[in-house]
């Protein structure tokens, strides 16, 4: 599940993060989030596993607002009747530069609402998470205005290739150990990557 808010006003904020990573993993796999339901927009297809095993996969996006993510989360774990350390939930994180991301298979909200309503409803920390740096934010800017502001033309070209990083994180998590996964995408920094290519 990729936290961020429904509507076009929204769509390209830095909060959106969450959703860019969902529609990328869509648009690698050819679906996207055309069911809805009350509080979740879902889709659904089959990975391979590293056994060769098919592994039904369900990409969703709430529908909620993201100090509300709780209740889409919540309700997902009712409807598919799954755990809550089988959902990744795929958010932005202000306090990581854009280019790093962090995967954990639980701690606390770190200050982030949307994490803050899952912990809240669940009643577990124990949920695994992706934070997807978007930070700095401007010496003087306020938090709240600075994550619902779009990116900017000159965070692009980077913003492309952490949505595919962060996408492809997302899928091996499912689909491979998850300590060696965390190992490889928590030590990426996509800033030199682009600087070399760049260079």
Same mark, same amino acid.
């Given at each position: 599940?990729?936290?961020?808010? *429904?509507?076009?006003?929204?769509?390209?904020?830095?909060?959106?993060?969450?959703?860019?990573?969902?529609?990328?993993?869509? &648009?690698?796999?050819?679906?996207?989030?055309?069911?809805?339901?009350?509080?979740?927009?879902?889709? +659904?297809?089959?990975?391979?596993?590293?056994?060769?095993?098919?592994? *039904?996969?369900?990409? +969703?996006?709430?529908?909620?607002?993201?100090?509300? +993510?709780?209740?889409?989360?919540?309700?997902?774990?009712?409807?598919?009747?799954?755990?809550?350390? &089988?959902?990744?939930?795929?958010? @932005? @994180? #202000?306090? #990581?530069? #854009?280019?790093?991301? =962090?995967?954990?298979?639980?701690?606390?909200?770190?200050?982030?609402? !949307?994490?803050?309503?899952?912990?809240?409803?669940?009643?577990?920390?124990?949920?695994?998470?992706?934070?997807?740096?978007? !930070?700095?934010?401007?010496?003087?800017?306020? /938090?709240?205005?600075?994550?619902?502001? @779009?990116?900017?033309?000159?965070?692009?070209?980077?913003?492309? &290739?952490?949505?595919?990083? /962060?996408?492809?994180?997302?899928?091996?998590?499912?689909?491979? @150990?998850?300590? &060696?996964?965390?190992?490889?995408?928590?030590?990426?920094?996509? =800033?030199?990557?682009?600087?070399?290519?760049?260079?």
């Amino acid at each position: 599940m990729g936290l961020g808010n *429904p509507g076009k006003t929204y769509q390209n904020n830095r909060h959106n993060l969450g959703y860019l990573v969902i529609d990328a993993i869509g &648009q690698k796999y050819g679906v996207s989030c055309h069911t809805r339901t009350k509080l979740y927009h879902w889709t +659904s297809f089959d990975v391979r596993t590293t056994d060769q095993e098919r592994l *039904p996969i369900i990409l +969703s996006k709430p529908l909620t607002f993201m100090n509300n +993510s709780g209740l889409a989360v919540r309700q997902i774990l009712m409807d598919f009747e799954i755990s809550s350390d &089988q959902v990744l939930i795929i958010l @932005d @994180d #202000l306090d #990581l530069p #854009l280019g790093k991301m =962090r995967l954990r298979e639980h701690g606390s909200e770190g200050g982030h609402r !949307g994490l803050k309503s899952i912990i809240e409803l669940i009643g577990t920390r124990a949920i695994p998470r992706l934070r997807v740096g978007i !930070g700095p934010q401007g010496e003087n800017e306020a /938090a709240e205005d600075f994550v619902l502001a @779009d990116f900017t033309t000159a965070e692009k070209p980077l913003l492309g &290739q952490v949505v595919q990083q /962060a996408a492809n994180c997302a899928l091996e998590w499912a689909i491979a @150990d998850s300590r &060696q996964v965390m190992n490889k995408y928590n030590a990426l920094d996509l =800033r030199q990557t682009l600087d070399f290519q760049n260079a």
